[in-house]
């Protein structure tokens, strides 16, 4: 990952080893825990180096401000909270622990395997918030989140989770076990594992738990608590999904996968949740499950080619002097669509946008030719005859070398215009090739259409 994200949870990382020095050196000297509180102005920046994660990330998946919601009830349902009312409404749950962290601590002092199990969880609570997420509760070395409100729909709900655990997986893989390898911590065993499903309203039930004094406010659903037992089928770095949240968006099979694993020596397909349920009447059922196919939906996050191609199994390439995206058309006039941000409405006009800048007739054989391909997936393209892998054409950019003028300044533009029409996940590909034809940028586009 980027320089940015790894000074951010290295700051994570930092201010708490000093937060658990200072609370050590005074309970030393006075005996007392309490006195190692920090003073406004040192919680204030703190805080400040709490959200750093969120300062990078949330600008890329096209969200404003600062998610400061607390760790603990859902702030839409406390109105519940010590009473007997209860309310139906929908809510995506994720929940995550941190694989092999127990190994820890045979490895380093209890001291310094706190602050690492500590760091992460706050990393990982800040990814959960920099996609709207809310923390629900830490368990020990994992947590539950949930995603939803009444504001969102249940699409973006959905979405909001699925980016947030491809984003776990790309920031354990590529920023916190870097960090931790350089401060010399043998992380290379630790990862995410990582549960996810979707509960629609009628089926999510939000009611308080325990004694007027002693309560909680929670969601009550098979599709809750089937998110930690996708989560103990994952493997390290790898999120399982159920069957309700790939229905909802009608998620393609080109984005997930059926686990594998060995039995007597055999490698098996697990197709269904490990556990079969029965209900009154004893019929049984069966629940579909499927891993998310990391490799193939991060290619799709809004980061640069140049971020992603960093990652094993990807197909990105990068080069600082070309820019692919694309632009809803809106009464306004063009709006930026970061890739798999949000859902949009079927019959959006859409502008996808190639930017090539003067530098590449610097070090490049010219002529240069873009190629525009074009992905639909779904049902409903499937029944229009619509499904497929579609040629958009190809464009030869315009290059001239130019003295004393800016590699950066835009030489050539070319604008493909397409639409929203079929519901799923879609996407464009942008790849350009030299005279010799190599590739020396390829970008992928995700849009997701209600």
Not at 28 to 52: R, T, V, W
Not at 116 to 130: D, P
Not at 141 to 158: H, K, M, P, T
Request: charge should be negative; hydrophobic fraction near 35%.
């Amino acid at each position: 990952m980027s320089s940015d994200s790894k000074k951010a949870f290295r700051s994570i990382l930092e201010s708490t080893r000093s937060q658990s020095k200072k609370l050590h050196i005074v309970a030393e000297d006075s005996g007392n825990l309490l006195d190692g509180y920090y003073s406004a102005e040192a919680m204030s920046a703190e805080i400040s180096k709490e959200h750093d994660l969120q300062r990078y990330y949330r600008p890329l998946f096209g969200k404003k401000d600062i998610n400061s919601s607390p760790i603990g009830c859902h702030p839409e349902f406390l109105h519940l909270r010590g009473t007997d009312e209860k309310e139906y409404h929908h809510i995506c749950s994720l929940f995550i622990d941190i694989k092999n962290s127990t190994r820890l601590s045979f490895l380093y002092p209890l001291e310094t395997v706190a602050d690492i199990k500590n760091a992460i969880l706050k990393a990982a609570s800040e990814t959960i918030r920099c996609l709207d997420g809310y923390v629900h509760r830490f368990m020990g070395d994992a947590v539950l989140a949930y995603f939803g409100n009444r504001q969102d729909s249940e699409e973006n709900s959905i979405i909001n989770a699925l980016n947030c655990a491809a984003l776990l997986e790309s920031l354990m893989v590529g920023t916190i076990l870097p960090v931790l390898e350089d401060d010399g911590i043998r992380g290379s065993d630790l990862g995410f594992r990582i549960g996810l499903d979707y509960g629609p309203k009628e089926q999510v039930l939000w009611a308080s738990y325990g004694f007027s004094e002693v309560n909680e406010v929670t969601a009550t659903s098979f599709y809750v608590d089937v998110a930690a037992k996708l989560q103990a089928m994952a493997k390290k770095n790898q999120a399982m999904l159920g069957d309700s949240i790939i229905s909802k968006i009608d998620l393609h099979e080109d984005f997930l996968r059926i686990k594998m694993r060995e039995h007597k020596g055999e490698t098996v397909a697990v197709g269904f949740l490990d556990r079969v349920y029965t209900d009154l009447n004893g019929n049984p059922f069966k629940y579909k499950v499927r891993e998310l196919n990391h490799t193939a939906y991060r290619d799709l996050l809004p980061f640069s080619p140049t971020e992603k191609q960093t990652f094993s199994g990807s197909n990105s390439i990068g080069n600082p002097y070309i820019w692919f995206k694309c632009f809803t058309v809106e009464e306004s006039g063009l709006e930026e669509y970061q890739s798999v941000s949000r859902i949009l409405p079927k019959f959006k006009k859409l502008i996808f946008s190639l930017t090539a800048s003067k530098g590449l007739a610097n070090d490049q054989a010219l002529p240069l030719t873009a190629k525009f391909t074009k992905r639909n997936y779904g049902h409903e393209a499937m029944i229009k005859e619509d499904a497929g892998v579609f040629q958009k054409g190809e464009h030869q950019i315009v290059l001239m070398r130019e003295a004393g003028v800016s590699a950066f300044q835009p030489a050539d533009k070319f604008e493909l215009n397409e639409g929203t029409e079929y519901r799923g996940l879609h996407t464009m590909e942008c790849e350009v090739r030299n005279a010799n034809g190599v590739v020396i940028y390829r970008q992928m586009i995700g849009v997701f259409i209600e």
